[in-house]
């Protein structure tokens, strides 16, 4: 498939379909109606199939179903319809089925508006449905990486046997980058042995989250939480940028995390050492290394599309032991270079101003 300029929503179900899947079952929501059309143009031509579910509480029990049988499936929606499907993908999680689900996430709370936000991370990240599960979660920052992440994230939904998210800000979702599409549509995967077919073969396999003895829960749980803790080893993502020598290091991801960049190059100009840590997986979250920069920073600094949600992490990574300061838009505003260059410039400026005068308070 050749390099292709293409939204990073199409991108995503493209590289989805690379990455074996053959089922999507999805009900339309702004920013990733792409995703949806796409599906419905592409997966019957991979011969996969595609159901426009009547609600998307609906769509993610149609997932499971999927998943159920060993089918590569997925589901896509934006915040809202996240949450009316969080209760199914508990249900994912409890019985052990992989599938993807994607977020384009836009403003909230409640409808918000339809333009980028990053408000959903504790959603995605801290569990959003009931129960002791976690989900996987991806966060591309580039159309590229859209359709590499879709196929890593089926990959590690069946190695885990789990619900993997994709959680990607409408900004680029919508955009339009250069893809290069590296290999051809992989054929659907062979039916796992646990699946259930409706065969004789497979009768004697059993699909549930329910376990009604505590101690019989408590054993699955803790299954679930060895699993988790494995991932947490063997998966955790991020990018460095220019942090080998810098003292103020910015943590960001996403359409952020491009903005950084250049705000790290404006402060290298003017003398200030920054450099950018960028999560590509939320959870399992980059915590050892950013506890690897700690002793050569004197600064830590998080941006985000939100009032303040991934920062929560940082600092627990951080462990007190140097400051974390944050900087927020919300709404659907994107964070331009310019502001967060002058804010930071201005918190340093600050801070200078507030130790001479400490200082001249003890002459």
């Known amino acids: 498939m050749p390099r292709q300029l293409i939204k990073g929503n199409e991108a995503l179900v493209k590289g989805a379909i690379l990455g074996g899947c053959r089922a999507f079952y999805g009900y339309p929501i702004t920013p990733a109606n792409e995703l949806t059309e796409a599906a419905a143009y592409y997966l019957p ?9 009547e609600s998307e509480v609906a769509a993610i029990n ?8 060993g089918v590569r499936a997925m589901t896509a929606s934006s915040g809202p319809g996240i949450s009316l499907m969080s209760e199914g993908i508990s249900y994912l999680a409890g019985a052990e089925l992989p599938c993807v689900v994607v977020n384009i996430m836009r403003g909230g709370p409640g409808l918000g508006n339809i333009a980028p936000e990053q408000g959903d991370y504790f959603q995605a990240v801290k569990g959003g449905g009931h129960g002791n599960y976690r989900c996987l979660v991806l966060a591309p920052a580039t159309a590229q990486e859209m359709c590499d992440l879709a196929k890593l994230a089926f990959e590690l939904a069946d190695r885990y046997r789990n619900p993997v998210m994709i959680v990607a800000d409408g900004y680029t ?11 051809t549509a992989a054929a659907a995967p062979r039916r796992p042995e646990w699946a259930v077919c409706g065969t004789a073969e497979t ?4 699909i549930t989250s329910i376990y009604l003895q505590p101690d019989e829960l408590e054993r699955h749980v803790r299954k679930l939480a060895a ?6 080893e063997r998966e955790t ?3 460095n940028y220019r942090t080998e020598d810098a003292d103020l290091i910015f943590v960001g991801y996403g359409i952020v995390a491009r903005v950084l960049k250049s705000v790290v190059e404006l402060l290298r100009e003017r003398g200030i050492r920054a450099g950018l840590l960028r999560p590509v997986t939320l959870y399992p979250f980059p915590a050892r290394e950013i506890r690897r920069l700690v002793p050569q920073a004197a600064l830590f600094f ?20 140097r400051p974390v300061e944050f900087y927020g838009r919300c709404g659907g505003n994107v964070p331009s270079v310019e502001e967060v260059y002058e804010h930071v410039v201005n918190w340093i ?3 200078a101003a507030e130790a001479v005068r400490e200082v001249a308070s003890h002459a």
């Open 237 to 239: 993502r991020w990018e």
């Open 62 to 69: 149609m997932v499971f179903g999927a998943a159920a049988a």
């Open 227 to 232: 699993k988790y803790r494995e991932a947490e």
């Open 302 to 321: 998080v941006v985000e599309m939100s009032t303040g949600q991934m920062v929560e992490d940082v600092r627990l990574a951080v462990e007190g032991e």
């Open 45 to 53: 031509q991979a011969g996969g199939v595609f159901v426009q579910a």
């Open 173 to 183: 979702g919508q955009m339009m980058e250069p893809v290069d599409f590296y290999s």
């Open 349 to 351: 400026d600050g801070r």
């Open 203 to 206: 009768r004697k396999n059993l």
